[in-house]
């Protein structure tokens, strides 16, 4: 809603235009609030005034994505949302040679079914206008070595964002953030993180995600587009 304040001045020759943009609080569940990611994105939608329900397994309602009829209580304890946000979902960080059937099982099993079942499930409580924020990573356009298994994850994501976009009704929109290596996260791998932007500034492009109008496509973190 958008509200215009007209002052008049003393002089009487100046108009001072107040615009105040009163934004909608929204209801949000964020899932892996407690985790570098969503642990940035809930403090800055909680500075925004919105709403924030900051859920992981250890959480109450907790949620495991892993598990579905766990993601079907988690939405009922919840109830209808204005925005699911999931920064979430394991994949295995192994080289080619080294990658095994458990390795395969952990990526598919909890980063992607993980939040198409989220997304599935959560569509149900999700308001006309909604959005449902997934998170991919930018490894699905510039892998590096060892990340086969993130890649086919996080490109796997992408394409299921791109079709689930197409059958979404009343103003429901999805999209996927595709973050680069988070400086937190870096350096903590002991990589090399100077060019890496820290988790708060990644937090914006999922605050972009649920303020703007995109449906269906991958969401880059401002100064990291793909090479
Ligand atoms: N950090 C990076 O550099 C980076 C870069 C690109 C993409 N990403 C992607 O961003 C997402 C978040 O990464 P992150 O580094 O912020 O993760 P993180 O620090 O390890 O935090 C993970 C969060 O998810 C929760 N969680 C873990 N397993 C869960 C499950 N099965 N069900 C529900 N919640 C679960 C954790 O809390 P509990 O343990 O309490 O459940 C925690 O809140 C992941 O998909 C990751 O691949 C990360």
Redesign the pocket.
């Known amino acids: 809603m958008v509200t215009v304040k007209r002052r008049h001045c003393d002089a009487g020759t100046i108009f001072v235009i107040e615009l105040l943009i009163k934004q909608k609080i929204m209801k949000i569940a964020v899932?892996?609030?407690?985790?570098?990611?969503?642990k940035a994105v809930a403090e800055l939608l909680k500075e925004k005034g919105h709403e924030v329900i900051e859920a992981?397994?250890?959480s109450n309602p907790k949620?495991?994505?892993?598990e579905p009829l766990q993601i079907d209580r988690f939405f009922d304890q919840v109830g209808e949302v204005d925005a699911i946000v999931s920064?979430?979902?394991?994949?295995a960080f192994v080289a080619l040679d080294k990658i095994d059937a458990d390795d395969i099982q952990l990526s598919l099993h909890?980063?992607l079914m993980?939040q198409i079942n989220t997304v599935r499930k959560g569509l149900k409580k999700l308001k006309p206008n909604g959005v449902i924020v997934i998170?991919g990573?930018?490894l699905a356009y510039n892998p590096g070595p060892q990340t086969a298994m993130i890649a086919m994850v996080n490109a796997g994501l992408e394409g299921f964002t791109r079709g689930a976009a197409l059958d979404l009704t009343e103003g429901r929109r999805i999209v996927v953030v595709h973050?680069?290596?988070?400086m937190e996260?870096?350096t903590a791998l002991g990589m090399d993180a100077k060019n890496c932007p820290d988790a708060a500034t990644v937090a914006k492009a999922y605050l972009d995600a649920i303020e703007g109008q995109q449906n269906g496509v991958p969401i880059f973190v401002e100064g990291y587009l793909p090479a």
């Open positions: 899932i892996g609030a407690t985790g570098t990611i969503g992981s397994r250890s949620i495991d994505i892993t920064a979430t979902g394991s994949a909890s980063k993980g998170t990573g930018i973050p680069p290596w988070v996260t870096a």
